[in-house]
């Protein structure tokens, strides 16, 4: 999860201008909506990490997948292409990309689950 989170969150910085392409034409400030989630994927990436940090930022992942959920709809539901994307070489990428949504948070709520198997043994 640190990985995929730390990656992400960069890559909000590195493509940005990909980023705001993806955000529905109703959300204003683009750039510091792209920054401030590249941002906050990295925190809660290196949260879950530290065992002082794992319940807060798994829980804050859990909320954050959630809210940017309709996004991704959105994105999919748009057919956004993003150049050196996944989504102009692999057909119905952005609806699979959906899918993995639930499966981020079920990992994370598995993680909590050994951590907490972690605390007890």
Do not use: C
């Not at 969150?9 to 683009?30: E, N, R, T, V, W």
């Not at 909320?63 to 993003?82: D, M, R, S």
């Amino acid at each position: 999860m640190f990985a995929m989170l730390l990656t992400t969150g960069m890559s909000h910085f590195f493509m940005a201008s990909s980023f705001q392409q993806m955000l529905p034409d109703f959300i204003p400030y683009k750039s510091l909506v792209v920054y401030l989630t590249g941002i906050i994927e990295i925190l809660l990436g290196i949260g879950v990490v530290f065992n002082r940090f794992l319940k807060v930022s798994s829980y804050s992942l859990i909320i954050f997948f959630i809210v940017v959920f309709p996004v991704n709809v959105n994105n999919a539901l748009n057919g956004t292409l993003l150049s050196g994307g996944l989504e102009s070489q692999i057909p119905y990428y952005l609806w699979i990309r959906l899918l993995f949504q639930p499966l981020f948070i079920w990992w994370v709520i598995l993680g909590m689950k050994v951590d907490d198997v972690n605390q007890t043994t």
